[in-house]
Nanobody, 126 residues
Framework: QAQLVESGGGLVQAGDSLSVSCAAS????????MGWFRQAPGKEREFVAAISWSGATTLYADSVKGRFTISRDNAKNTVYLQMNSLKPEDTAVYLCAAQIEEYGRVYPQKYAYGYWGQGTQVTVSS
């Protein structure tokens, strides 16, 4: 069964940078737009960033625009999220997801995504 596995989370201080990765077990994910979401305790899962299958188009939540960068390496079946100038409010479990539709548009809505990883914890201390 195809899987998405996140890594790279950890504990950092406000203002620091951190990069998280998402490794896909199947090449089918190289044909799908990919996204990062996050979920803090007691809160809804929210969209962070997404990238088209080719990497040509990216989409960001307003709260992370200018601080986070999403990228992908299809040869390695891996998607990355570079997070700079981290804030305590960025603390959450970060989840990688793949859209249901291959070669489709990039969407911020959760319902467009059919494959999810287990998540990696990112904690930003003040």
């Amino acid at each position: 069964q195809a899987q998405l596995v996140e890594s790279g989370g950890g504990l950092v201080q406000a203002g620091d940078s951190l990069s998280v990765s998402c490794a896909a077990s199947a090449r089918t994910f190289s044909r799908r737009p990919m996204g990062w979401f996050r979920q803090a305790p007691g809160k809804e899962r929210e969209f962070v960033a997404a990238i088209s299958w080719s990497g040509a188009t990216t989409l960001y939540a307003d709260s992370v625009k200018g601080r986070f960068t999403i990228s992908r390496d299809n040869a390695k079946n891996t998607v990355y999220l570079q997070m700079n100038s981290l804030k305590p409010e960025d603390t959450a479990v970060y989840l990688c997801a793949a859209q249901i539709e291959e070669y489709g548009r990039v969407y911020p809505q959760k319902y467009a995504y059919g494959y999810w990883g287990q998540g990696t914890q990112v904690t930003v201390s003040s």
